[in-house]
């Protein structure tokens, strides 16, 4: 049973792209997690979703982020217009409906803004 | 709003040694509280996970423990080996209805053959 898998591991974007982070939960996981960690700063909670709602999304910031979760396909955090202080790491992590106690994250995906 | 530190940010001790990592919460209204390890460049591996009514869980050679009223914990690393190098979260889930957990900085430890 493969774990929580993300790709790209390592994404590298220019001031103003658009960085498209994706996440694909453990099978039978229908509960998604994304966390920021910016350099020498612990884990931030950004959003939480369930397929094809949006459940919270306290952490996230107003501009420039979204994030969906679609009946099908993995889960996707979107940063429009990316600046240096998006540099970070991005985990996601995933639960199975009703059993939300243990979060299980991915590797994570390092964005670098140059 | 809640908030997580723990101490200390950093530690090097030698192979053999027992040793503690501390964490503390300031708002006691906790569902649980999740230690995790997290190796350079990969995800987090959960350690242990303590319920709210819980004072400790054991795990082979770690035993984590919860004071919810003091907002502390500890997580306990009993003779310590060079494969535990690592940096250790300390996570607590509030209580209110959210699923998000909160996050301290974590230790980063080195164990020294």
């Known amino acids: 049973n493969a774990g929580v898998m993300q790709n790209p591991r390592h994404l590298v974007r220019r001031r103003g792209q658009e960085a498209r982070l994706r996440c694909s939960p453990m099978?039978?996981?229908?509960?998604v997690y994304w966390y920021r960690q910016l350099p020498e700063e612990g884990l931030k909670f950004m959003v939480y979703?369930?397929?094809?709602?949006?459940?919270?999304e306290s952490g996230m910031p107003k501009e420039r982020f979204s994030a969906e979760f679609p009946k099908e396909g993995p889960s996707i955090l979107r940063i429009q217009q990316v600046v240096r202080g998006d540099s970070a790491a991005y985990f996601c992590?995933?639960?199975?409906?009703?059993?939300?106690?243990?979060?299980?994250f991915g590797p994570g995906t390092r964005l670098t803004v140059l | 709003k809640q908030e997580v530190t723990q101490i200390p940010a950093a530690l090097s001790v030698p192979e053999g040694e027992n040793l503690v990592l501390n964490c503390s919460f300031t708002?006691?209204?906790?569902?649980?509280l999740q230690w995790f390890r997290q190796d350079p460049g990969k995800g987090l591996t959960s350690l242990l996970l303590?319920?709210?009514?819980?004072r400790e869980q054991t795990s082979g050679r770690l035993n984590a423990s919860l004071d919810k009223s003091s907002g502390r914990s500890t997580l306990y690393i009993a003779a310590s080996q060079p494969g535990d190098s690592a940096t250790y979260l300390c996570?607590?889930?509030?209580?209110?209805?959210?699923?998000?957990?909160?996050f301290g900085k974590g230790t980063k430890l080195t164990v020294n053959p």
């Open positions: 992590a995933s639960s199975p409906a009703g059993v939300t106690d243990t979060q299980y």
């Open positions: 099978k039978g996981h229908s509960h």
């Open positions: 979703l369930q397929k094809e709602n949006i459940i919270d």
């Open positions: 708002d006691s209204a906790i569902y649980n």
């Open positions: 303590i319920q709210s009514s819980q």
């Open positions: 996570a607590v889930k509030p209580q209110g209805g959210s699923e998000k957990l909160v």
